[in-house]
């Protein structure tokens, strides 16, 4: 039986509830007004309780889902809406997100700019790469590199400033969209040292392999946690030497009881974390040295204080510890111009379309390439070609191939998901860590840019180009982020000013001999067949460290002296904490904007000033900013036509992050963006048209306010949602509702009440038996029955899915066998102990085998000592997704070993 005929049983059998109604006919006017609004732009509202600049920044998330003025009166459509259940899965009529290649249609054909002070111009970087020659070995690349994400870009840096050589190396780097226009740009902003996999690798040591297996077990222990104080060093660098780029930011971690139960990463041990957290953080400071800022404990008082937002009637006390941030696209520009600055050979927008082969090896000795922005095709001739296209690394490796066939399966896609909150939601300077959610991912709750940052979730699935996230995650996020705010805190889907995926690489090496150890983190692999390498994994932290490690590989005792540790990235010279009064000083900017610039272009900044005009007014003087409440200026376009920027979306994107942090806002820029572009690209009417619709194409792909329609409902109404019912059914607007005002809505709603039912009924919301409704009693019920009727369908058809796939043979039943195959496929094997007592559990009327029924009844209880439940929880893919979310069946009785590592992390 399907996911969705479950949901469709289920809704009838919910049609005798008498909460269904009244939830379900709100919930179809509501999908119509959400129709209305994406086709009006007249529904602008604003935040008055914020200040001025407060205020415009986040007037696009108060367009109020309830907006009556554009769809006529809540009232008539209680008159008219026709019965539906809580879990209706009625389509909403809003456009679907956008598919396809949001690259430009036509190349735009820019005219040339100078790039910065001390780097070629993209004009001039593409000539460059034009010039090598297949004949004369001298005009040939050392190392080319394929992919400008952190990892690619760090590659070129790395080998452009390599010494204790003859001569220099030669090194060329193509990507073929922007500099971080997939992965290095869709992280959770973090350079985070790893603290998750440090509690893993505990876990699985004090697990019982290490009896078992001591020796495996032992090594395994010290390969993560050598992966963990590598981390740590690299964040170090990154702190301490770019900091131009980069900050501290104190995150906290609330605790509500003494003992956790399931305990997280399913060992025991952790169900006491909140009682060892001080001493942990304090270890995890230790392993960089302390050189971080400190751990610290905060009381229940202070963090009333320090963070307002947190609910504070269950906290016993909150631990803080510090991790490193950043902007990461403009972290992956940084490096990509160092490259450039060092002499490396680098554009954006040139994609490599084939592979060139020698006739007699048969190895790869150059690339077939195409600018994307001119259209022009050429020939790039290498000794070294390296592969960095994270999740996208197999679609390069089949060009390495001469027949152009298949290639063995060496890197998974994972989809992280995130959403951006207004900044009102955390401190400006402080951020929260849900360590234990309830599928047992990490989330993270992060001040950044002004904006809240809310992410990650973890998927695997084949890896896309466009950035829209499912409706369902967004919806996950917005719960668990709820369960640490204050009751005075809603957070509203019309609150998500922007959401976007990214896909990190789960990385295995296919070249490796049977039996070789496979990596916990990055995975460096040569091809003997082709000689190409290619490399996959890792995490943004260590992207210095991969492209260290893979060229000492790949140019072997011709590798030289790595010099990166000691080199400050682009925009780190003239950098100093003093610049933004500076700035201020000389140009008249506000302090928001000539904070933003100095953050985002360090010691560079006086370059973009120099581009700066007037704005006309008496203050600030100078700094035309692109959209109100966001500190982005004219003057960074233009500046960034110079750092190779090429569309639209390059602005909007990565060179400013509008849209990322609120879509909305984004559109409302785009049209200037056009003309200042069109201005310094030289762009004719028909390529500037051309470029819009590229761009709005790709907008359109980020999430925002308003759900695309993906087969789901609007699952979980909000605190807003509800108080719009309750006035709606105070006719007389006393503030309460009495029984009379509940019996005219259910007769309104065509499901008229009895006296009895309507006695019930109330008596039922009606907890403080006064003989009337408040509006606090009347959303916590509408809260409670959500819970129960639209959360418990919705994970009863997500159990129904789990169980036909644990159910191999297509049986109608779970077997104990089939049980421990899923575990197998899962990488976490179970024993056979463990098996049978996860067996006995289900299996409630002892027929020795296990029933759907059964298995959803087993999901459905909490009680989880053996982590089964979980593990299957938040291993499984949601119903939209295509494919299985398990990699593969395998036959009946054929064990799977663990294909793919934890390498890669969208958290840093």
Not at 596 to 610: A, P
Not at 837 to 858: Q, V
């Amino acid at each position: 039986m399907s996911a969705a005929s479950l949901l469709r049983i289920t809704s009838s059998s919910q049609r005798r509830s008498l909460v269904a109604p009244l939830m379900g006919s709100y919930r179809n006017y509501q999908h119509r007004s959400l129709s209305v609004l994406a086709a009006s732009s007249s529904s602008n509202g604003h935040n008055n309780s914020h200040s001025h600049s407060n205020q415009s920044r986040f007037q696009y998330s108060h367009r109020t889902l309830a907006a009556m003025a554009a769809g006529g009166s809540a009232a008539a459509f209680l008159s008219t809406s026709s019965s539906s259940s809580v879990a209706s899965c009625e389509k909403k009529k809003v456009e679907a997100p956008p598919v396809g290649d949001p690259f430009p249609l036509q190349p735009p054909k820019n005219k040339e700019v100078d790039g910065p002070k001390g780097i070629p111009s993209r004009a001039e970087q593409i000539r460059r790469l034009k010039s090598s020659s297949k004949l004369d070995p001298s005009e040939q690349y050392d190392v080319l590199v394929i992919g400008g994400g952190a990892t690619g870009a760090g590659i070129a840096f790395d080998a452009a400033t390599r010494t204790d050589l003859p001569s220099g190396l030669k090194v060329a780097c193509i990507e073929r969209g922007d500099f971080a226009s997939e992965t290095s740009s869709r992280s959770t902003k973090l350079i985070w040292a790893g603290i998750k996999y440090l509690a893993s690798a505990s876990a699985a040591l004090l697990s019982w392999d290490l009896l078992t297996s001591p020796v495996t077990t032992v090594k395994d222990f010290y390969s993560e946690f050598s992966m963990v104080f590598n981390c740590h060093q690299e964040r170090k660098y990154m702190l301490d030497k770019q900091q131009h780029l980069t900050n501290w930011v104190p995150i906290v971690c609330p605790f509500t009881e003494w003992n956790i139960w399931p305990p997280p990463f399913g060992h025991p041990i952790f169900s006491f974390f909140p009682v060892l957290a001080p001493a942990v953080f304090k270890f995890y400071d230790a392993l960089s040295q302390f050189t971080c800022p400190p751990s610290y404990i905060m009381t229940k008082k202070e963090a009333r204080t320090k963070f307002p937002q947190l609910s504070d009637q269950d906290i016993k006390y909150c631990a803080v510890f510090y991790e490193g941030q950043h902007n990461d696209a403009r972290t992956n520009i940084a490096i990509a111009l160092s490259a450039a600055e060092k002499g490396a050979h680098i554009a954006n927008y040139v994609e490599m379309t084939d592979g060139i082969f020698d006739e007699e090896s048969g190895k790869v000795i150059g690339v077939k390439a195409q600018d994307r922005i001119s259209g022009e095709t050429f020939e790039i001739y290498a000794k070294n070609i390296i592969f960095a296209g994270g999740p996208f690394t197999d679609k390069l490796r089949s060009k390495e191939e001469k027949e152009g066939g298949p290639v063995a399966k060496a890197v998974q896609g994972a989809s992280g998901s995130h959403i951006v909150l207004p900044g009102y939601f955390a401190p400006k300077d402080m951020g929260l860590l849900d360590y234990n959610t309830s599928d047992g991912r990490f989330l993270f709750f992060l001040p950044w840019q002004g904006s809240v940052i809310v992410g990650t979730t973890d998927k695997k699935c084949d890896a896309e180009t466009l950035p829209y996230p499912p409706e369902e995650e967004i919806q996950w996020m917005m719960k668990e982020v709820e369960k640490y705010l204050s009751n005075d805190l809603k957070v509203r889907r019309s609150d998500v000013l922007s959401a976007w995926r990214g896909w990190r690489p789960l990385a295995a090496d296919p070249h490796a001999p049977p039996g070789g150890q496979v990596s916990r983190d990055h995975v460096i692999s040569k091809n003997p067949s082709s000689g190409v390498t290619f490399i996959a994994g890792g995490k943004w932290t260590t992207w210095r460290e991969m492209a260290e490690d893979v060229l000492d590989k790949v140019l072997e005792d011709k590798a030289g002296k790595c010099n990166t540790l000691d080199i400050v990235l682009h925009g780190g010279e003239g950098f100093n904490k003093n610049l933004p009064t500076q700035i201020i000083q000389k140009y008249g900017l506000s302090e928001e904007v000539a904070n933003h610039l100095v953050k985002t272009y360090g010691g560079r900044v006086w370059d973009v000033l120099e581009k700066c005009k007037p704005t006309g007014k008496q203050w600030p003087r100078y700094g035309v900013q692109l959209v109100e409440g966001y500190p982005y200026i004219e003057a960074e376009i233009r500046f960034a036509c110079k750092e190779y920027a090429c569309t639209i979306e390059d602005i909007l994107s990565r060179r400013t992050r509008l849209a990322f942090l609120n879509s909305e806002a984004a559109e409302e820029a785009l049209p200037r963006v056009a003309d200042v572009m069109a201005e310094e690209l030289g762009w004719s009417k028909a390529t500037k048209k051309e470029q819009i619709k590229c761009a709005k194409k790709y907008l359109a792909a980020y999430g925002g306010r308003i759900p695309y329609e993906d087969n789901v409902a609007l699952r979980f109404m909000s605190h807003e949602d509800s108080m719009d019912m309750f006035r709606d059914i105070d006719r007389d607007g006393s503030g309460f509702i009495d029984p009379q005002e509940l019996k005219e809505i259910a007769t309104r709603l065509g499901n008229p009440l009895s006296d009895k039912q309507l006695k019930e009924l109330f008596r039922e919301i009606d907890t403080d038996k006064n003989g009337k409704i408040s509006a606090e009693e009347f959303v916590a019920w509408i809260s409670a029955k959500q819970s129960k009727n639209d959360v418990k369908q919705y994970l009863t058809a997500s159990a129904t899915v789990i169980f036909e796939e644990i159910d191999t043979d297509e049986s109608g039943f779970l077997d104990q066998e089939e049980l421990k195959a899923v575990t197998v496929r899962l990488g976490e094997d179970f024993t056979d102990k463990e098996i049978r007592k996860i067996f006995k559990e289900m299996d409630t009327d002892k027929d020795g085998k296990i029933s759907l029924e059964e298995f959803i009844n087993w999901m459905d209880n909490e009680h989880d000592k053996t982590g089964f439940r979980k593990l299957l929880a938040s291993n499984m893919q949601d119903n939209n997704m295509q494919g299985s979310w398990l990699d593969e069946k395998p036959p009946k009785g054929v064990t799977i070993k663990r294909k793919y590592t934890n390498s890669g992390s969208f958290l840093g």
